[in-house]
């Protein structure tokens, strides 16, 4: 099993900055090919929103190509997202996915953009 606990969610106005974090345990994230970030806005599905290889790759959604980074920290076995010129349509509950072993969920960190 592989436990994921997100953090580092908050109130931030427009333009500014956020970095989450999503802490593993139960197993290293070197050995889960991919890790990755979703979010859910009220009132609508879940959708992806960037994945970490651990060959190296690293792929966004259009809506956040060029604003957000996603990144590993193998020594900590944390994946984190670097949010950037944030948006109110970027206001969602984040959520950090090991995709292994039919995948594993965390429960959620909210970000909130608004003046």
């Known amino acids: 099993q592989v436990q994921l606990v997100e953090s580092g969610g908050g109130l931030v106005q427009p333009g500014g900055s956020l970095r989450l974090s999503c802490a593993a345990s139960?197993?290293?994230?070197?050995?889960?090919?991919?890790m990755k970030w979703y979010r859910q806005a009220p009132g609508k599905q879940r959708e992806w929103v960037a994945t970490?290889?651990?060959?190296?790759?690293?792929n966004y959604a259009d809506s956040v190509k060029g604003r957000f980074t996603i990144s590993r920290d193998n020594a900590k076995n944390t994946v984190a997202l670097q949010m950037n010129r944030l948006k109110p349509e970027d206001t969602a509950v984040y959520y950090c996915?090991?995709?292994?072993?039919?995948?594993?969920w965390g429960q959620g960190t909210q970000v909130t953009v608004s003046s």
């Open positions: 139960g197993r290293s994230i070197v050995s889960i090919y991919a």
């Open positions: 996915k090991a995709n292994y072993d039919g995948g594993y």
């Open positions: 970490s290889t651990n060959d190296g790759i690293a």
